[in-house]
């Protein structure tokens, strides 16, 4: 009546249902538009019940019916939900082959206890004493055990909560006539779910009359236990799911939304299918080369045997059959011919010499075994180098050549046993004689390849000089092929990610998710019509979309890692009938969703091979938030740099969807409080914060139990007092050590700001990432390269403190680490009484200069030496301890084990020892100091550290070690000389040895550092 909506308004309510009756002028989209705007601005849209229908309007009683119809809400509410699901998992979870089973989607009950402050106030009780009298009064404490002879009797007392109603009927305090005042009387009870909710699940679905439907769902995510056979597991969980059948609805729709049995069922069809190809083809091949039946059985034959030999040493090694094992044997199949068909075709041939049949079959593929068998070593070896592949691409990748391998191997048994077995009984002689090889040069195929050799052996020059050029072209086109980590993998199954700001309600991501679903159904309509079946109809393209908002839902791709619980983001997994149509439905939806879907951003995106996320990402982090007083400015710093690389990939005609991670700022009220006020008004700062909270969200003061269910019941403000944003002012703080309470505006001021909500970091540094996507067609390689002069200007005009850094595909490609590693030495001299200083240096030298990857430093009567690092992921056993065992053997004048003359081991690359491990370095020093100083003592110092180590760390583990006094080097203290005020020697590079001079007369006291 306020807003001129209508006249004559009363109120309807009965049970389920709740109205209002009026004379309206309005047409029924106006009328429901102002609704929603009602209950969005000042009731609040949690307010609305989640298992509630929309509101709709009535003309006619008459039509009632059928106007509820049309908004009818899903038959099942989110408790039978779980209800049902809880049934489901604990079925479930009695399965041997199941590991696990998770529930997504279960929206908690609760019971809100809704006050008034004005009510409370005026019977002289806080909110905080709800808490403390409900606490006392339901308890489920036991009253003690009595020992009564030979039975002991537990006295249970009563008082915990059986229903809600008795929650109401607890005593809170008495009125001035003495009469007794109910929780009841004070508050609101009602029973709803988590208000606002944090995380929801829905079901799109599409029923027998073709009518779409969003139905809330709980998804159950079953997980098979390892080392179990998937088809076994698919299997027992059907069985499962069938026997609980009977007890559940009828009407109730049980789905899959991944299926990991079915996609594994394909993959081994499509395996047969290869292999039934593989059979035929090769049979044909044979037949048309070898002219006759009998060779191309005897081909046809080796490939099932090969493979069983194949899948037995897979069966021995714990290799299973998946989807890399599959793929390999597919590519294994042209491989797995090649040794029957050599060793068949020379049986043939010693047949065709006459030879009995006996000898042709042990003869013919015994003169080609050497061939035969480095081939097939050759074949290995090419694969074996995925073994060295690490991280995630190592793990998927791992079973490749292993599975490759086996396969090799099983073909070379079987031409040297089974080849000759069944070429005996199978292989005959030809009738009519073989060409000779002067006969063959003459005519056909092989006088053509014979004439062509000979005229580029005559031409040798020309020849190499066209191989050049065709080398030449191929490596310039070499460079312009677009690079990727890894392609997208082709499956039912695509997702869409939606990014809301930071500070939006679950309900409007909720709202968001609905529409983006709408899109989904509106594209995979328009692409079944513009591609019809068979019969010239249109096709059904789209079979489900399942929506988890406010999160990512369960594990449903070995590659694809769920987000985090946040209320701005919501995920769509999208299920087609038909694989090939995935591409094409994503392609087309990131363009629909960025046209139709506003207030959001809609990434439409394939399942991946190996994850690698978002493919173009670059890094900027900040290591100079060393003033937390400077922390806004800092901020704002980054915040700079990351709209400068935005702009960059903006620019890129390639590239799409860019921005941060960061997202823009958001909307905030903050609460000032007068630390003065609030002490004369005897609250606190903490009292100030935990009233707002307790009011406006809510407070948990006990528990319902029902079964084996805890019912949170919470208590909050009214919706009136707490809906709209100029109820905050009207709140009371109330103080958590007395009876105190005073307004909020009396002890703090509310002020509006914009502030920057979330804030990533990496290796606890500041870190903006932006990140975004390649258009259809181009890929990561060519944003990259389009946007690198920018980046690079970018990367130099970078603030001290700063650095940049490159993710994504890119980073997953350069996977190979460069181990940045610093090793520091510090060798000790003193004259040496067995070679005269003229003699030892340059002996010292030139042993250096052998090693291989460079020398020391130039030395006449002083040392060097390159201390080698030792791997991260061992101890220092006898192998790590070699090198520096040489090293100090020789310093100490020591003959090498057998009396051969030491000398320097050869340089080997090694990862960095973890940081403040010596391995025996540190020992190693003191025991060479406390030795006799006639004799060359060496003490030396190792360093190994990342190379993002910081040189002051480095600075002070050296000293810690005893025998490094400082790290920086001279210009002079490269240049030894036999007679000078220093010695000692700086060898190679300054992150590999770096040697201090010290003065004559320490040389001769002994070594000294200074």
């Known amino acids: 009546m306020e807003s001129g909506l209508g006249r004559d308004v009363r109120p309807i309510q009965g049970p389920g249902f709740v109205g209002l009756d009026a004379a309206t002028p309005l047409d029924d989209a106006t009328l429901l538009r102002a609704v929603r705007e009602f209950a969005r601005d000042r009731l609040g849209a949690p307010a609305f019940h989640p298992d509630s229908w929309p509101p709709v309007v009535v003309r006619d009683p008459k039509d009632t019916e059928a106007r509820l119809r049309e908004v009818a809400g899903p038959r099942y509410t989110y408790r039978e939900l779980d209800n049902i699901t809880d049934l489901i998992q604990r079925t479930l979870e009695q399965v041997p082959q199941v590991s696990t089973v998770q529930r997504s989607g279960v929206l908690p009950e609760q019971i809100f206890l809704e006050y008034s402050q004005a009510e409370l106030a005026s019977y002289g009780i806080q909110p905080s004493a709800i808490k403390s009298i409900l606490g006392a009064r339901n308890t489920a404490l036991p009253g003690g055990v009595l020992s009564l002879q030979d039975t002991d009797v537990t006295l249970d007392p009563s008082g915990e909560f059986k229903s809600q109603n008795e929650i109401g ?58 080392r179990e056979q998937i088809a076994d597991f698919g299997r027992a969980v059907d069985g499962a799911l069938a026997g609980l059948r009977s007890q559940l609805p009828a009407d109730l729709v049980l789905a899959r939304t991944s299926d990991q049995p079915r996609q594994v069922k394909e993959n081994i069809a499509l395996f047969m299918d290869a292999l039934y190809e593989a059979i035929i083809l090769v049979v044909l091949v044979a037949l048309v080369g070898f002219w006759e039946w009998r060779s191309a059985v005897l081909m046809a034959l080796s490939i099932p045997i090969t493979l069983a030999m194949t899948f037995g040493m897979m069966f021995a090694l714990g290799i299973e059959l998946q989807q890399v094992s599959i793929a390999t044997l ?206 010239g109809k249109p096709r059904e393209v789209l079979r489900s979309v399942t929506a988890f908002v406010g999160g990512g839902g369960p594990r449903f791709w070995y590659s694809l890692s769920p987000e985090q619980r946040q209320k701005n983001y919501a995920q769509l997994v999208i299920e087609v009938t038909d694989k090939e149509d995935t591409p094409a439905l994503v392609d087309r939806l990131e363009t629909a969703m960025a046209a139709a879907v506003d207030g959001a951003r809609a990434d439409a995106r394939q399942l991946e091979t190996n994850a690698v996320g978002v493919p173009v990402q670059v890094q900027i982090g900040g290591g100079a938030d060393t003033d937390p007083s400077r922390t806004r400015e800092e901020i704002a710093r980054l915040r700079g740099l990351g709209e400068r690389l935005t702009d960059i990939f903006r620019a890129v005609p390639v590239a799409t969807g860019f921005r941060d991670d960061w997202d823009q700022e958001s909307f905030v009220v903050k609460l000032d409080v007068d630390p003065d006020r609030a002490n004369l008004a005897g609250v606190s700062n903490q009292d100030v914060a935990g009233s707002a909270a307790a009011g406006i969200s809510g407070n948990q003061v006990t528990a319902l139990r029902e079964g084996d269910r805890q019912i949170a019941v919470v208590t909050r403000l009214r919706l009136e007092e707490r809906a709209r944003l100029a109820d905050v002012q009207s709140l009371y703080v109330y103080s958590s050590t007395g009876t105190q309470k005073a307004p909020l505006t009396m002890v703090a001021s509310t002020r509006y700001a914009m502030e920057t909500q979330r804030i990533r970091r990496l290796e606890h540094f500041r870190t903006v990432t932006v990140q975004g996507f390649p258009v259809s067609g181009a890929y990561a390689s060519q944003v990259m390269n389009a946007a690198r002069p920018q980046l690079t200007a970018l990367a130099r005009d970078l603030p001290p403190g700063y650095q940049m850094t490159i993710a994504g595909a890119e980073a997953k490609q350069k996977a190979r680490h460069h181990h940045g590693h610093l090793h520091l030495a510090d060798l000790h001299r003193a004259r040496d009484p067995v070679q005269p200083p003229d003699q030892a240096g340059p002996r010292l030298r030139r042993r250096a200069l052998r090693r291989r990857g460079g020398a020391g430093g130039a030395l006449d009567d002083g040392r060097a030496l390159r201390v080698h690092g030792l791997p991260r992921d061992r101890e220092p056993g006898r192998r790590d301890r070699e090198p520096r065992d040489r090293a100090l053997r020789f310093h100490r004048g020591e003959p090498r084990q057998g009396g051969a003359p030491a000398r320097f081991p050869p340089r080997r690359r090694h990862r960095a020892a973890a940081p403040g491990h010596d391995h025996g370095a540190g020992d190693a020093a003191r025991a060479g100091a406390a030795r006799d100083p006639r004799r060359a003592a060496l003490a030396t110092a190792l360093l190994c550290a990342d190379r993002r180590a910081r040189a002051g760390d480095l600075h002070r583990a050296a000293a810690r070690q005893g025998v490094l006094r400082d790290l920086r080097a001279r210009p002079q203290d490269r240049e030894v000389g036999r007679a000078g005020a220093r010695s000692g020697a700086a060898t190679g590079r300054r992150s590999r040895a770096i040697g201090r001079s010290r003065p004559a007369a320490a040389r001769r006291d002994g070594p000294t550092n200074k």
């Open 169 to 226: 009927g607890v005593i809170m305090t008495t009125d001035a006539a003495g009469n007794a005042v109910y929780l009841r009387d004070l508050v609101e009870i009602a029973r709803g779910y988590q208000s606002p909710p944090s995380f929801l699940n829905y079901y799109h679905w599409k029923d027998a009359a073709g009518t779409w439907h969003r139905s809330p769902a709980v998804t159950l995510a079953v997980q098979m236990r390892s």
């Open 330 to 535: 597919i590519i294994a199949l042209g491989l797995l011919v090649d040794d029957p068909v050599v060793a068949g075709d020379a049986i043939k041939r010693d047949l065709g010499l006459g030879h009995p049949r006996v000898v042709a079959a042990w003869l013919g593929p015994t003169k080609l075994a050497k061939a035969i068998l480095f081939a097939t070593v050759t074949n290995i070896v090419a694969y074996l180098p995925f073994l060295m592949l690490s991280g995630t691409t190592g793990d998927f990748l791992r079973t490749l050549p292993i599975v490759m391998t086996c396969a090799l191997i099983a073909s070379r048994l079987a031409s040297m046993t089974f080849v000759p077995l069944l070429g005996y009984y199978l292989l005959r002689a030809p009738k009519r004689r073989e060409p000779t090889i002067e006969e063959l040069r003459s005519r056909g195929f092989t006088g053509l390849y014979y004439r062509i050799g000979v005229a580029v052996l005559e031409h040798r020059w020309k020849s190499f000089a066209v191989s050049l050029v065709f080398l030449a072209a191929g490596m310039f086109l070499m460079t312009r092929l677009p690079t990727q980590f890894f392609p997208t993998d082709l499956q039912y199954l695509s997702y869409v990610d939606l990014w809301l700001p930071n500070n939006v309600s679950l309900a409007r991501t909720d709202e968001v998710a609905a529409r983006a679903a709408e899109v989904v159904r509106e594209v995979a309509a328009q692409y079944g019509t513009e591609r019809p079946g068979r019969d």
